[in-house]
């Protein structure tokens, strides 16, 4: 089973495709950051390398989500279920590095690993867990927008108001 019990409610593990969906989209993201420093002629390997780090790092750090994870729902935590913290995503930037290095296998080991963990996961003692999306709060906030028009015009129309 891929959850665990978390101060009485179920957590569940985030997937090797939902995790690599969030890392395409922080790819596309930070393609384009790197495509316009290009254009001002900044653009180097060394450079481009520092914005990836910066990018992940940063947003690990800072809120436990990139974009790309915010948009599909999932969240880095440590293994206890708090937030990570800066040096545990700089430790976790560190095991991507490791994972890449050994040809993608520590990427590759979300697939098989019992708790949907990579190299990078153990090697800064996280878990990706699932959580409400970006996406997920926009659509129940339009259907608590849509019921509340809904119920303004059924008061309008019984009480002439």
């Given at each position: ?36 420093i ?9 450079l ?18 990139t ?7 999932i ?18 930037f ?10 993608l ?5 979300i697939g ?5 963990r ?25 259907e ?18």
């Open positions: 089973m891929n959850t665990i019990v978390k101060e009485k409610e179920q957590i569940e593990y985030a997937g090797f495709w939902a995790r690599l969906a969030a890392y395409l989209i922080d790819y596309f993201i930070i393609g384009i950051i790197c495509w316009v290009s254009l001002f002629g900044l653009f180097g390997n060394i481009r390398y520092v914005i990836l780090a910066v990018y992940l790092i940063g947003f690990w750090g800072a809120a436990g989500q974009p790309g994870k915010a948009a599909l729902g969240k880095i935590v440590r293994l206890d279920g708090k937030n990570i913290s800066f040096s545990d995503a700089i430790l976790r560190i095991g991507y590095i490791a994972s890449s290095i050994i040809l296998i520590g990427f590759l080991m098989w690993h019992e708790k949907k990579g190299l990078h996961d153990l090697i800064a003692a996280t878990v990706v867990i699932n959580v409400p999306s970006v996406i997920s709060e926009m659509l129940s906030r339009t608590l927008e849509t019921t509340l028009a809904e119920a303004g015009e059924m008061q309008r129309e019984y009480h002439g108001v």
